[in-house]
């Protein structure tokens, strides 16, 4: 497990100091794929590199297994980073080596036989899927088959958490689905604890089960990804669920009652959703603001719809909506902006 506890983190800058982090508290249990998000600028990066002391925190501690990390000598630390590996936008490969040699790079580091590490190095290409790139090049591939051999690379030396920092900012969407879903089977398959940061709502809605909102250096929310996104609380998760510029559709109107459709991989369909329900149980709804987007033959993304002021008419729609597999609905209750 990972805890964070009271962690804060400062800069000194020309114009005086910087507080990146304030009072961060987060407990991310083994096993979880966790999500941090936020704005640019709400210390998201600087957190996940305070995780693994790549940024010292000035106040606070890091506990992993147990054991607070900021405390280690650096031969200890460089132990613990083997454990605790990273993924970036960039991807930062080594140009100059092949493919095979990047996975193995780690491995030399840590003094692995070559062979031995040639044999890891193979295997791990045949687990993200590029087993026929050993030899190619960074600057040969594509943007996912890099971000997929960064992957490899961060395996190689059986690490308990894989940091994600905004892995698939660089990618397009279906890339971004390709690289998510790879995460999930390597989560599942080798247990590997997996912290994500990003600034994208729909990575965290794809592929997260629990999340913590940054907002200027604090934790301003914190739960299971449904819960937080079906009815957000702070005023960061509502800009997040609810983009910028919806201020006017999203202003309360008398006689008008809300419900967020959340798409989580539903399967889509050529009919809208929201015909089919006026045909079949006669529930009019006006889409006040929606955010969704088709990857093969699934849907992700969210919906906000507007309702009569009517009890019963509201809960045939969630009952209707939410008998959709991979779709959670809630009211919306509240000032949403």
């Not at 002391?53 to 501690?61: A, D, K, S």
């Not at 088709?294 to 309702?307: E, P, Q, R, T």
């Amino acid at each position: 497990m990972i805890e964070i506890k009271n962690l804060t983190k400062e800069f000194q800058t020309a114009d005086g100091t910087v507080e990146a982090l304030r009072d961060v508290n987060l407990n991310i249990q083994d096993g979880d794929i966790y999500g941090i998000i936020g704005m640019s600028g709400a210390g998201k990066s600087t957190l996940v590199r305070c995780i693994n002391m790549l940024e010292r925190p000035t106040r606070g501690q890091v506990f992993i297994d147990g054991q607070d990390i900021a405390k280690l000598t650096d031969k200890e630390l460089r132990a613990v980073r083997r454990d605790v590996t990273m993924i970036f936008q960039g991807f930062n490969l080594l140009m100059q080596r092949t493919c095979l040699k990047n996975i193995c790079f780690p491995l030399e580091l840590a003094g692995m036989e070559k062979e031995k590490a040639k044999k890891r190095a193979l295997e791990l290409l045949d687990v993200v899927g590029l087993p026929d790139k050993a030899n190619a090049y960074p600057a040969q591939l594509s943007g996912g088959q890099q971000q997929r051999i960064a992957i490899a690379r961060a395996l190689a030396t059986d690490p308990k958490v894989l940091l994600c920092d905004e892995a698939t900012s660089a990618l397009d969407p279906k890339t971004t689905h390709a690289i998510l879903e790879l995460i999930r089977d390597i989560n599942r398959r080798l247990g590997i604890t997996v912290i994500i940061i990003t600034h994208q709502m729909s990575v965290v809605e794809e592929i997260c089960s629990r999340v913590a909102i940054l907002d200027s250096g604090s934790v301003v929310e914190e739960g299971v990804v449904s819960e937080v996104f079906s009815s957000p609380k702070s005023g960061a998760a509502k800009r997040l669920v609810f983009p910028d510029g919806a201020d006017e559709i999203l202003e309360e109107v008398p006689g008008e009652r809300r419900i967020r459709v959340v798409f989580s991989g539903a399967v889509a369909s050529r009919e809208p959703l929201i015909a089919k329900m006026a045909m079949e149980e006669q529930i009019t709804a006006s889409i006040l603001g929606a955010s969704t987007k088709s990857i093969g033959d699934k849907a992700y993304g969210n919906m906000l719809l507007g309702l009569p002021d009517d009890d019963g008419v509201v809960k045939r729609a969630i009952q209707y909506l939410s008998s959709i597999p991979d779709v959670l609905v809630e009211e919306v209750t509240g000032d949403v902006r």
